[in-house]
């Protein structure tokens, strides 16, 4: 499934610069390892994982950033360092160390990411020979060669720059991602950078991120499976020259609202290159009693094996989308007031199939890339929306064959 977004169309921010080096994690002569250089005073917000398992330099991370302001993000793909108990612990601050002393800052202000293989541990030779290369390559033009630095088995790279007037002042935000497998709420197995020349302060940074994310990257699963390593970065360098410091002001909300729809192209992107996906599937949940019920509507169509099956078979075979909404849990669901729309074509309503539909009419909806599958609940006013792919043969085949 083709991607929307253009790396080529990448933005500089100011206060930001970007190096690559071919470190051979996994593969000879692939960008593999990534430096993200953030000025001095750019102010830095964070959200990881929420798995117990989480990976030695999401450990690390967390505690780097509640010590010190950030200087430099280190990146590497081909092995998350997860599952290695203490020593890679030890490998992920030794890496921080490295690059630390290439760059004169200390290692609480280098924030360590790894991506890749589970259970084992890191080749510090291997950094030591690139962080010098990736180091000597920084620029604020590097943006395209970062979204290419961070990828695994994704298809293409993903990233989007936007720019808005705020204040008078034109201002940019550009942000690139990784992420096509393992992919589920509470992150998904995504690292996501997220860069803007606007200066926040600390807190509000972490609420507009907070609020992006879960609107965005805790709206998606392509299978899910939570990972042990994700992370998503919001940085604010400060550089244009406006200020926001009133999470009440228009101004903020502006701000706001575009780093949301930042971070929600590049969590449908990811969903588009989903692991062997050819459909990306909107699953809009509607009049429920509360958000939380909608979720678990969506989660439990989202989950489904045989519903993501027979969307990639283009089946319209919307038993599967009744059974899995009939099971999701629900407490008192009266059927007969539910209604089910793939697209805007209603197949299901009054408890059974709707009376206007035709097979021919569902295989025409199915037959499309981009599809809505709308369930209307008529018991609330509360809605959610989640972002889903279907399950192909190169599914399979993709993580059957992962680590040959």
């Known amino acids: ?147 290419n630095g961070i990828m695994t088995t994704d298809i293409v790279p993903k990233g989007l720059s936007k720019q808005m007037q705020l204040d008078g002042q034109t201002i940019t935000i550009t942000g690139i991602a990784k992420g096509s497998g393992m992919i589920r709420p509470d992150m998904a197995t995504m690292l996501a950078y997220i860069a803007t020349d606007v200066r926040l302060p600390q807190k509000l940074l972490q609420q507009c991120l907070q609020h992006a994310v879960k609107y965005s990257f805790n709206r998606i699963s392509v299978d899910g499976d939570t990972s042990t390593n994700d992370a998503c970065i919001l940085m604010a360098t400060g550089k244009s020259g406006v200020s926001i410091d009133n999470a009440e002001s228009e101004v903020y909300q502006q701000f706001a609202e575009l780093v949301r729809e930042i971070c929600e192209e590049l969590a449908k992107a990811m969903v588009r290159d989903g692991e062997g996906a050819t459909k990306l599937i909107t699953l809009d949940i509607e009049q429920g009693r509360d958000e939380a019920e909608c979720l678990q509507v969506a989660y439990t169509i989202a989950h489904s094996p045989l519903v993501k099956t027979a969307f990639f078979a283009c089946d319209p075979n919307w038993g599967r989308i009744l059974a899995a ?54 018991r609330g006013h509360a809605e959610a929306r989640l972002w889903t792919c279907d399950f192909s043969y190169d599914y399979v085949k993709i993580n059957a064959e992962y680590r040959t």
């Open 1 to 147: 499934m083709s991607n929307s977004l253009d790396v080529t169309l990448l933005l500089p921010v100011a206060g930001i610069r970007t190096g690559t080096s071919c470190a051979g994690f996994k593969k000879p002569d692939r960008r593999d390892l990534l430096v993200i250089e953030l000025a001095e005073g750019t102010n830095t917000a964070a959200v990881f994982t929420q798995n117990a398992f989480c990976a030695a330099p999401v450990v690390l991370a967390k505690k780097h950033i509640q010590t010190r302001a950030p200087r430099y993000l280190l990146i590497n793909t081909g092995n998350a360092n997860a599952g290695t108990g203490e020593q890679g612990l030890q490998d992920s601050l030794r890496c921080c160390q490295l690059l630390a002393t290439e760059t004169g800052c200390t290692e609480q202000q280098v924030l360590p990411f790894s991506t890749g293989v589970i259970g084992e541990l890191l080749q510090i030779e291997k950094f030591q020979n690139s962080i010098p290369d990736a180091v000597a390559k920084l620029t604020e033009q590097g943006w395209q060669d970062a979204a």
């Open 325 to 378: 909404v009939g099971r999701a849990g629900l407490s008192d669901l009266d059927i007969n007031t539910l209604e089910i729309y793939l697209d805007e074509l209603c197949i299901v309503s009054k408890g059974g199939r709707d009376v206007g539909y035709t097979e021919q009419q569902g295989q025409q909806v199915m037959d499309k890339n981009e599809i809505t599958v709308r369930v209307i609940l008529n």
